[in-house]
């Protein structure tokens, strides 16, 4: 019993590994609100995201663009408190917005960086600073901005990474960059002790074009690399990662008055950094006209790159087929990408965009016997190849049924070396529907077939493959015991009504 309750805390704990992630929102603010205005923003982004981790603000949102607003913040048994330094208006304004965001951050169970203010110490010293508030609804510490190449003994204590604890019980650092320190900071410290995993920067009016930037990377495919370098000056923050103050893969989260929030990974700005043949993405991206939200881990990000499906198409005979117009699209969006068969039979599409695509194929004179409707991409396989044979016929057919509910297909061993066994499930709960199983090699040449009318029987005349039907198990299963074939690629097509789906196979003589 001991042995299976510690299994299961190992499973737990491998499954609580691989889902470690962190959610940052920026907001995205024309210009600093009321006290109700900022709060509510805040407010839409838990209700659109209610797991996030981390909410960020622009420089300058309480009061740090008026110096009108001075605050005092005192540590008193390591719980910091805050009070108007002066009888000004919005000095008060600033405390009860402030105590606001408290109360949010604690209601919510989330951190928060509201933006800068003015802070004054007890020797009346100013500093633009940023509170941070833990999900406790606890100021942790106040971060002073610093001055620009300028040392001072009373800011360099604060210039270090921070960590969060997420929700999901990882654990990150960050590094906050107030305005343009993201650029004064390598060159006033130099080098870190540590590497922040993520990059917060509270900006106001110094990041210009970083979103037209980040929206090139999220939307093209690929990214236009030499038109980003030039949408942003690259000098206001490449010091951070030539210094080494964060990750390559870190992600970088805007939140900025006057544009909207952005947020890219760091290390697309640089080819040295970037993946080879690829480039970082974030898990979720979504924005709203109250801000960004993000979904990544940091120690894990999502590389991206340009994934192609290609089409060889042929008849039954091996003879390449012109002009079959092939559409094809994601699951999740609906608008069809349609080419048509070169002199070759061959026909590309390109995606940035990796999961299951539907497929569909028309011609005149000409009827589809064996296609595939689905095909999944992914960034592991960056490209994918079909065959598919048609044949010469006075009709037209466009494959868009769906495949029977339940129905599945298990193919074993595979690789294999004496026999295959094709196992179709569920397939006699449609006793009416036709089954057909079709086997070919690489080029496209029919190689051996089968039906389900040859079934129970074996009657089929083509050697080496026969099928047997267990009724209690609904299953129907080909046996494939290769005779003359040689070693290597055979497409195993299994046709059932008027849809198929076909799965590679090796053959290890």
Not at 473 to 493: C, D, E, H, M, N
Request: glycine fraction near 6%.
């Amino acid at each position: 019993m001991k042995k299976v309750i510690i299994a299961l805390l190992i499973i737990l704990a491998l499954s609580s590994a691989l889902q470690a992630e962190v959610k940052i929102a920026a907001l995205n603010l024309l210009h600093p609100g009321s006290v109700g205005e900022i709060v509510d923003d805040m407010g839409w982004l838990l209700m659109l995201e209610p797991e996030l981790d981390i909410i960020l603000g622009p420089a300058e949102l309480l009061g740090g663009d008026s110096n009108k607003a001075r605050i005092i913040f005192e540590d008193s048994s390591g719980v910091i408190t805050f009070e108007p330094a002066d009888d000004f208006e919005r000095s008060r304004e600033v405390c009860d917005l402030l105590g606001s965001i408290c109360s949010l951050a604690a209601a919510s169970e989330v951190t928060i960086i509201p933006g800068t203010l003015w802070e004054v110490d007890f020797n009346a010293r100013c500093f633009e600073a940023a509170p941070i508030i833990g999900p406790d609804g606890l100021i942790r510490r106040v971060r002073r901005k610093a001055h620009h190449i300028v040392w001072d003994p009373f800011i360099d204590p604060g210039i270090h990474p921070d960590t969060i604890y997420t929700r999901d019980g990882s654990v990150y650092t960050y590094l906050l960059a107030i305005c343009n320190e993201s650029k004064d900071l390598p060159i006033i410290y130099g080098s870190p002790p540590l590497q922040a995993d993520i990059l917060l920067a509270a900006n106001c009016h110094w990041m210009e074009g970083f979103c037209l930037a980040a929206d090139e990377i999220r939307f093209s495919c690929p990214p236009d690399w030499s038109e980003i370098s030039g949408m942003l000056t690259m000098s206001n923050f490449e010091g951070l990662a030539d210094n080494e103050w964060v990750k390559p893969a870190a992600p970088m989260v805007v939140s900025s008055f006057g544009e909207r929030a952005g947020a890219a990974m760091i290390g697309n700005f640089f080819s040295m950094l970037r993946p080879e043949g690829g480039w970082y993405d974030f898990r979720e991206c979504s924005e709203s006209p109250f801000g960004v939200i993000v979904t990544c881990d940091p120690d894990s990000p999502v590389v991206k790159r340009q994934l192609s499906l290609h089409i060889f198409i042929s008849d039954s005979s091996g003879v390449p087929v012109e002009s079959l117009r092939v559409s094809v699209r994601h699951v999740d969006r609906p608008v069809w990408q349609s080419s048509y068969s070169d002199s070759g039979g061959r026909v590309s599409f390109r995606t940035c965009k990796e999961g299951n695509f539907l497929l569909k194929y028309e011609a005149v004179n000409c009827e589809v016997h064996s296609c595939d409707t689905a095909v999944t991409l992914d960034y592991d396989i960056p490209a994918e190849t079909l065959v598919v044979v048609v044949s010469i016929d006075t009709l037209t057919s466009i494959c868009e049924k769906p495949v029977p509910e339940n129905f599945g297909i298990k193919i074993y061993p595979n690789p294999f070396n004496g026999t295959i066994f094709i196992k179709i499930a569920q397939v006699e709960a449609f006793p009416e529907t036709p089954v057909k199983l079709e086997i070919y090699d690489i080029a496209g040449r029919l190689v051996s077939m089968t039906s389900r009318d040859a079934c129970p029987y074996n009657g089929y005349s083509n050697p080496g493959l026969n099928c047997s039907q267990s009724p209690a198990s609904r299953a129907l299963t080909y046996f494939w015991t290769p005779q003359t074939a040689s070693s290597g690629i055979y497409l195993v097509k299994v046709v059932v009504g008027d849809v198929s789906m076909i799965r590679r196979v090796v053959y290890l003589k």
